[in-house]
């Protein structure tokens, strides 16, 4: 099952305060970014976080799951209701997160 583009809108929407979110679709799902970094995706209309430790620390519930077989589990992030918790949760990990690969 693919992502919406809906969803995707509705968490954009709920990033929006923050600059730099960024987005790219992927085989029916997508990639978030943020100031150039990959936070996670939307996949199967979740959002998934990359499980660096302080998405760990910030959202300790969290449930581990795998954004597609084959894959890395990812962090289900919760709370998508709340844009301040969302936009704290990427301001959170952002320094944990790799920097963007050099082609």
């Known amino acids: 099952m693919s992502s919406s583009k809906a ?8 990033l929006s305060p923050l600059d730099e979110i960024t ?3 992927m ?3 997508y990639i978030l ?4 970094k990959i936070v996670g995706g939307i996949y199967d209309n979740r959002l998934l976080i990359k499980p660096v430790k302080s998405a760990k620390a910030y959202m300790p519930e969290a449930t581990f799951e795998l954004p597609y077989e084959g894959a890395k589990e990812m962090l289900l992030a919760d709370n998508v ?3 301040a918790y969302l936009c ?3 301001e959170a ?4 997160l790799p920097e963007k690969r050099k082609k």
Do not use: A, K, T, V
Not at 33 to 36: F, N, P, S
């Open 7 to 14: 969803y995707l809108d509705f968490i954009l929407n709920q």
């Open 23 to 25: 987005y790219r679709p």
């Open 27 to 29: 085989m029916g799902e």
């Open 33 to 36: 970014y943020y100031r150039g």
């Open 81 to 83: 209701d709340d844009s």
């Open 88 to 90: 704290g949760l990427m």
């Open 93 to 96: 990990i952002y320094s944990d």
